[in-house]
């Protein structure tokens, strides 16, 4: 079998085991299909990345803070280990974007939180435009999901989040393919960003 980007068998079960009985995780446990696809949902804390991968079937890539990707003293090799690829919400981000294409381009699944930062002030009021980027340049699906049930973002401690107890839940969407020409121009990125808040409004 292909080699998949993200985290091996080992440090998936670990985090299901976590995620269902100290969250009390409740998920839809989706079989996700073959090949590259794009997951998008709303960011509430650092505990969300570990639910949704408990919640699905294949190994996850995810967009991460830089800030916090370089800035966790010892966990570097970590988030390297478990396919975390660094950006920079909102800046020019072009060795990144590469490093996600390539995951797609090898048939891997990638999680987005479009959002940007974690529990924003307006839940889903800005959409980055990152997710539809890449959903139309590499021609990716996309699923979308809610999380609810965890603790919000602490901006003093972010360990309370994924230490404190919740009782988690996802909810996942219906698949959608944003459509474009050829070549996505900034237009077909707009209305992809359009597509991706009014998909992920619904799970509301």
Not at 11 to 23: K, S
Not at 67 to 79: P, R, T
Not at 174 to 198: C, H, N
Request: a positive charge; hydrophobic letters at 40%.
């Amino acid at each position: 079998m292909k080699h998949q980007p993200g985290p091996n068998r080992f440090f998936r079960w670990l985090n299901r085991f976590f995620c269902h009985h100290w969250h009390r995780l409740e998920s839809e446990n989706i079989t996700l299909p073959d090949g590259p696809l794009i997951l998008i949902g709303n960011h509430r804390c650092g505990l969300d990345p570990l639910l949704v991968q408990a919640s699905v079937d294949r190994p996850l890539c995810f967009l991460m803070d830089r800030e916090y990707y370089h800035g966790m003293l010892g966990m570097k090799w970590f988030f390297r280990a478990v396919g975390a690829i660094p950006v920079s919400p909102g800046g020019a981000n072009r060795h990144a974007l590469r490093e996600a294409i390539g995951v797609l381009e090898e048939g891997g699944v990638l999680c987005i939180f479009p959002e940007g930062a974690a529990n924003p002030d307006i839940p889903l009021k800005r959409i980055l435009p990152g997710a539809a980027m890449l959903a139309l340049e590499t021609d990716t699906s996309l699923l979308p999901f809610r999380v609810t049930g965890v603790w919000p973002f602490d901006h003093i401690s972010i360990w309370k989040g994924l230490l404190r107890r919740s009782r988690a839940t996802i909810q996942f969407g219906d698949m959608i393919q944003l459509e474009s020409a050829e070549t996505p121009q900034r237009s077909d990125i707009r209305a992809g960003v359009k597509r991706v808040k009014e998909v992920l409004h619904r799970l509301r």
